[in-house]
């Protein structure tokens, strides 16, 4: 397996992620990244998509109150409605939405079918790709169509991973369905590296699970994010850490963190001059 890492570089010197956050098994906190790491690209003063693939829709659920009556991904596949009119603006100046839509259980069959066929998602990121720095992914557990689809439209892949020694075996299974989009499908699509998730600093376990991480897998974050009651209120809560007003809590910044390792990670060899005024604003 010869996973590509982190060799994309930022299009024009100008930031151009289309990053997909996915994981072979859930409860792994993979919405609650996608979600509080889109509010931090936002913060950053970065124009921010969040993509909600999801079925169960639950970003959609947290970033825009009685967002679920409005149309989104569903009824952009079925040609009902334009872009524009899927975006929706979140409370978060820079930061938007496009839910998955009107979506019943009964429908998700073909909604997975749609979404991997004919490059929906890769004309779609096209079609908005002047009006957004960034575009963040969020996929449904598991490797199905949905998060297929994602890899064929994205340009990197973040996968957390939930310290926990049941969890080594997946990561595998993930980074080979990785491997074969890179080969087959998407060839510019870049493995960002593995996210350790629900670390427990005072667990001898989480230490010795993430020891074998590092040693077995070349890519992996420097942040991580812990374990914490803060994290447990706002996930109960269903909002970003920001909306609970915790953006000062010690562990809120992680992900404001972990934004700036994944801006670090992508950007070109040298800053432009621009590329420094826009973090510096």
Same mark, same amino acid.
């Given at each position: ?67 679920? $009556?409005?149309?989104? +991904?569903?009824? !952009? &596949? ?6 524009? @009119?899927?975006?929706? #603006? ?97 060839? $510019?699509?870049?493995? +960002?590296?593995? !996210? &350790? ?6 667990? @001898?376990?989480?230490? #010795? ?73």
């Amino acid at each position: 397996m010869a996973l590509k890492g982190n060799g994309h570089k930022a299009r024009g010197g100008i930031v151009n992620l289309k990053l997909v956050v996915a994981s072979q098994k859930g409860g792994v906190g993979k919405t609650t990244v996608s979600m509080n790491l889109s509010v931090a690209f936002a913060e950053l003063g970065l124009r921010t998509l969040l993509v909600d693939t999801d079925p169960q829709g639950a970003i959609t659920l947290s970033l825009a109150k009685g967002s679920m $009556e409005y149309p989104g +991904l569903m009824e !952009l &596949l079925s040609g009902r409605i334009k872009i524009k @009119d899927a975006l929706l #603006k979140t409370n978060l100046n820079g930061l938007t939405l496009l839910p998955k839509g009107r979506l019943a259980m009964k429908n998700v069959p073909v909604y997975e079918k749609k979404l991997f066929q004919n490059q929906v998602l890769t004309k779609l990121f096209a079609a908005v790709d002047s009006h957004f720095d960034i575009i963040v992914i969020d996929t449904p557990a598991g490797l199905g169509m949905i998060t297929r689809a994602a890899m064929k439209a994205g340009s990197h892949v973040l996968v957390p991973f939930k310290v926990d020694m049941l969890n080594l075996r997946s990561v595998n299974q993930i980074l080979q369905v990785l491997d074969y989009v890179q080969t087959n499908e998407n060839k $510019e699509l870049q493995f +960002l590296g593995l !996210l &350790l998730t629900m670390f427990e600093r005072e667990t @001898d376990t989480s230490y #010795k699970v993430a020891g074998e991480v590092w040693k077995d897998f070349p890519l992996v974050l420097d942040t991580t994010i812990p374990r914490a009651d803060i994290f447990h209120k706002a996930s109960e809560l269903g909002v970003p850490l920001s909306f609970m007003g915790s953006a000062k809590h010690p562990e809120a910044r992680r992900f404001r963190a972990l934004a700036e390792e994944i801006l670090n990670l992508i950007k070109p060899e040298e800053d432009s001059e621009e590329q420094v005024v826009r973090r510096l604003l």
